[in-house]
């Protein structure tokens, strides 16, 4: 992972979550990441922090979970044999985008559904496919954000 392409994906993912605006907050979902409640406590586990308030959520602490959200995913995607699937094209089933999965897509997926959603939508051939609140499946994301980095470029 390149910082180059570390950086596209980060501003890629944050534009998606929340317009790139560290303060916006919906409900459990917090800043610009949108990092729900669970999810920010295995970082605070990762990092050996406290949980922290709202308030203690900074700019600079959420790009701080955002690294360790990303390298553990990272992580999990070589412990668990998810690269298999990088260069698999994919289809969005809301979006329609079509891609080849690489990592970026991967972690992506994980982000709005979970490690554990993607490892299930892989096992299933994508049957298992959720959508979050808005409407944004699984397969969305994966799509999406593979396409964003391999093109260099946001969409």
């Known amino acids: 992972m390149t910082l180059s392409e570390l950086n596209i994906f ?11 605006n560290y303060y ?13 409640d669970a999810r920010r406590r295995d970082i605070e586990k ?12 900074t700019p600079a602490m959420q790009e701080q979970y955002f690294n360790a959200h ?7 995607i070589y412990k668990d044999g998810l690269q298999r699937y990088f260069g698999t094209q994919i289809t969005g089933k809301r979006n329609k985008i079509t891609s080849l999965i690489n990592k970026f897509g991967i972690i992506a997926g994980a982000h709005l ?5 993607v490892k299930k939508y892989f096992s299933t051939g994508g049957k298992y496919d959720p959508a979050d609140s808005l409407g944004t499946h699984i397969s969305d994301y994966i799509a999406k954000f593979s396409k964003v980095t391999a093109k260099k470029k946001l969409i």
Do not use: C
């Open 70 to 76: 990303i390298n553990d995913y990272e992580n999990r």
């Open 113 to 117: 559904g979970g490690f554990n959603g």
């Open 46 to 57: 990762i990092l050996n922090l406290h949980h922290l308030t709202r308030a203690e959520f």
């Open 24 to 36: 916006n907050d919906l409900g459990q979902y917090w800043g610009k990441y949108q990092f729900g």
């Open 10 to 20: 980060r501003t890629a993912l944050g534009i998606s979550e929340s317009g790139g």
